[in-house]
């Protein structure tokens, strides 16, 4: 069977190269005689692949020992809990950004652990933009968005200047485009984007800022300085997922790192959204100006044409088209592993719905 072109918005397509790489260390990792999938975390041999995961992050991102790289389990919804468990001080407040289905999941369980006050929000136009405009005071323990929208399709294009902690969910968009990422004092973000397969969580965090919210005896798995401590082993960790991450990172940066990427990316989104912008049968859900490089939510306007549009498209060899079911349509994301190609023919089969 031929390979699809792979629009699914996660877990979602990898660079062949790593399915390739992975494979063969599922039957034999490293020449040792063994499967990655049954070595100890605690060899050598997986020890330099954590080594290595957590060090490629910062340079690609171009930080400093001020910050840790951690690999934890759990997925972004974890850290919806940890990032308020370690961050939010006892009486004190947090500012969130309300953006979408996820920015609102993060506000949910914040709210379990403190005072969060919500400074700008467009859940009343169904997501469809990003508020501006919003003010952050040092009043705050510190301040959350998320980067990018899988379901409504919408991006963060600048961040605001605060007098507080930043922090960032950029599971879809992480390793996309450049960004100054020391502006952040703590960045999270599920592999199963442009990183790596599910089952791994990645966070760097500025090591200053933690042990601060005059929480005693913590939970020890929520406390990322525990994580720290014992080098993202505070538990076993996820082997097979991290070591793919490792290779997915290893393939971005001998191909031109975040740079090189960011321009095959705004190559991509400009070939969809040229499409969608001069074809009458398609419109997007979201404002021109806060549209999504990675997630390309958009809508058929003529019922009519969706049998016969749902069908060239699937015999075209394209998969993970069908939009999110909170919000219907059809959903192109654009990840880093996904060539121009596999867009230009999903663009020539919306030519020719006549």
């Avoid at 397509?13 to 992975?22: A, C, D, M, T, W």
């Avoid at 972004?76 to 920015?103: C, E, H, I, R």
């Avoid at 200053?208 to 798995?221: A, C, P, Q, V």
């Amino acid at each position: 069977m031929s390979k699809k072109h792979n629009f699914s918005a996660g877990p979602c397509i990898l660079p062949q190269e790593v399915f390739q790489q992975s494979s063969e260390a599922i039957l034999d990792f490293n020449g040792i005689g063994l499967s990655i999938l049954e070595i100890s975390h605690r060899s050598k041999d997986f020890v330099a692949v954590m080594d290595e995961a957590r060090a490629i992050v910062k340079r690609l991102m171009n930080l400093g020992d001020e910050y840790e790289v951690l690999y934890l389990g759990g997925g972004a919804s974890l850290q919806f809990a940890m990032v308020p468990y370690n961050l939010l001080k006892t009486g004190g407040k947090a500012a969130y950004l309300d953006t979408g289905t996820w920015s609102a999941g993060a506000i949910k369980e914040a709210k379990k652990l403190g005072t969060v006050d919500v400074i700008a929000s467009s859940k009343e136009d169904n997501y469809s933009y990003i508020p501006k405009g919003y003010t952050v005071s040092s009043d705050y323990d510190y301040f959350h968005c998320t980067s990018n929208n899988t379901i409504y399709g919408t991006q963060m294009k600048s961040f605001p200047e605060v007098d507080t902690l930043m922090v960032c969910d950029m599971s879809s968009d992480i390793f996309s485009r450049q960004l100054d990422f020391s502006k952040f004092d703590l960045i999270y973000a599920g592999a199963q984007k442009n990183m790596g397969p599910a089952g791994v969580t990645l966070v760097v965090v500025k090591k200053e800022i933690l042990g601060k919210t005059g929480r005693e005896n913590m939970l020890s798995y929520l406390d990322y300085s525990q994580h720290i401590n014992k080098e993202s082993m505070y538990n076993t960790p996820p082997v097979f997922p991290v070591y793919a991450s490792l290779l997915t990172l290893q393939y971005l940066e001998k191909n031109g790192g975040i740079a090189a990427a960011e321009e095959r990316n705004e190559a991509k989104a400009k070939l969809l959204y040229e499409e969608i912008d001069s074809n009458p049968l398609f419109e997007t859900f979201c404002v021109k100006e806060d549209r999504s490089l990675m997630n390309v939510s958009f809508k058929l306007l003529d019922e009519s044409k969706k049998e016969e549009f749902d069908n060239a498209w699937k015999a075209a060899g394209i998969n993970g088209l069908n939009g999110h079911r909170s919000l219907g349509g059809y959903r192109a994301s654009l990840y880093n592993a996904l060539p121009i190609e596999s867009v230009q023919v999903l663009v020539d089969v919306m030519k020719s719905i006549k």
